[in-house]
C-alpha cells in the first residue's frame, strides 16, 4: 500500500508565497517522476511540473522564477515552491509520483488527496 500525502494549501494574497510539500509512504522499491497538477474550476487535471529521480526538472518558461520544485530521494517528498503568487494560480494542486513497490512489478500513478490553493485579497 502507497499513500501520498500533501500539506501546504491555503489561502494567500496576490504576491505572496506557498510551499507544498508531498510525501511517499509505504511500500516503495523506488521513485520515478514526481509531477504537481494543477485543476481548475470545470478544467481537467493537468500536469504543469515534473521532477525526475536524477533532480531534472520539466517546467514551462511562464513559471520559471516564480515556481521552484525540488525533491529529498531520502524522503521520498517533493516540494513546489510558489512565490508571487496571481489569482489565475488559484486551483486544487495534486502531487503524483510513478513508483514501483517490487521487483518485477509495473510502474503505477499514485495521487495525493489534492490541497486548495486560493490566491485572492
Known amino acids: 500500500q502507497v499513500q501520498l500525502e500533501e500539506s501546504g494549501g491555503g489561502l494567500v494574497q496576490p504576491g505572496g508565497s506557498l510551499r507544498h510539500s508531498c510525501s511517499a509512504s509505504?511500500?516503495?522499491?523506488?521513485?520515478?517522476?514526481m509531477s504537481w497538477y494543477r485543476q481548475t474550476s470545470g478544467k481537467g487535471r493537468e500536469r504543469v511540473w515534473a521532477?525526475?529521480?536524477?533532480?531534472?526538472?520539466m517546467y514551462p518558461d511562464s513559471v520559471k522564477g516564480r515556481l521552484t520544485i525540488s525533491r529529498d530521494n531520502a524522503q521520498n517528498t517533493v516540494y513546489l515552491q510558489m512565490n508571487s503568487l496571481r489569482p489565475e494560480n488559484t486551483a486544487v494542486y495534486y502531487c503524483?509520483?510513478?513508483?514501483?513497490?517490487?521487483?518485477?512489478?509495473?510502474?503505477?500513478?499514485?495521487w495525493g488527496q489534492g490541497t486548495q490553493v486560493t490566491v485572492s485579497s
Open positions: 509505504g511500500s516503495i522499491l523506488c521513485i520515478n517522476d
Open positions: 503524483n509520483a510513478e513508483i514501483v513497490t517490487g521487483w518485477g512489478n509495473a510502474w503505477h500513478d499514485y
Open positions: 521532477i525526475r529521480s536524477g533532480g531534472s526538472t
